[in-house]
């Protein structure tokens, strides 16, 4: 997340709010928490008991896929300054709720892991690639995955 967040120019602020879908066991809530933005950590699994203790930091325990920008109110929030994914899933079904939030207008920035489970999802990269003023790329700690942030800016360094 710190590359992305470097890459991009720009970081969470304090006050603004974050979703971190799949979260555990924490290192991305982390970052947010340290930038001063509140989280709303979802995971399946428990943060670090650490980061459960700030106040900045809402866990709920369940499927991250089923947060979405009609129920977003429900946890208290009408809209995201920044979702954040590190979620293991296949990337088509990550893109088809990343789409989601992205036609909705209620998220202002993006960073998504797509992660290559066996063979590279190159459909699902390129739905990811072509929405409007976004970027894939091959960040450093990347593995079999790929970084997808949005919006990039213009500026975006290759």
């Known amino acids: 997340l710190w590359e992305a967040l470097v890459r991009l120019g720009r970081q969470p602020q304090a006050g603004q709010r974050c979703l971190d879908a799949g979260a555990c066991p924490g290192g991305w ?26 106040p900045r930091i809402r866990f709920r325990s369940g499927n991250a896929f089923a947060v979405t920008p009609e129920n977003l109110g429900d946890y208290g929030w009408e ?13 088509s079904k990550l893109y088809e709720w990343v789409k989601r939030w992205f036609d909705s ?23 990811f690639a072509a929405l409007p003023g976004g970027r894939v790329y091959h960040a450093c700690y990347n593995k079999h995955e790929l970084t997808w942030v949005w919006p990039a800016g213009r500026d975006f360094p290759a």
């Open 29 to 54: 809530t982390w970052v947010m928490d340290r930038c001063g933005a509140e989280t709303l950590a979802l995971d399946r699994s428990p943060l670090d008991p650490r980061l459960m203790a700030s």
């Open 79 to 91: 809209r995201l300054d920044w979702l954040c994914s590190d979620l293991i899933c296949y990337p």
């Open 105 to 127: 207008g209620k998220v202002d920035n993006f960073v998504i892991t797509l992660k290559m489970q066996g063979t590279a999802d190159w459909e699902a990269t390129r739905s």
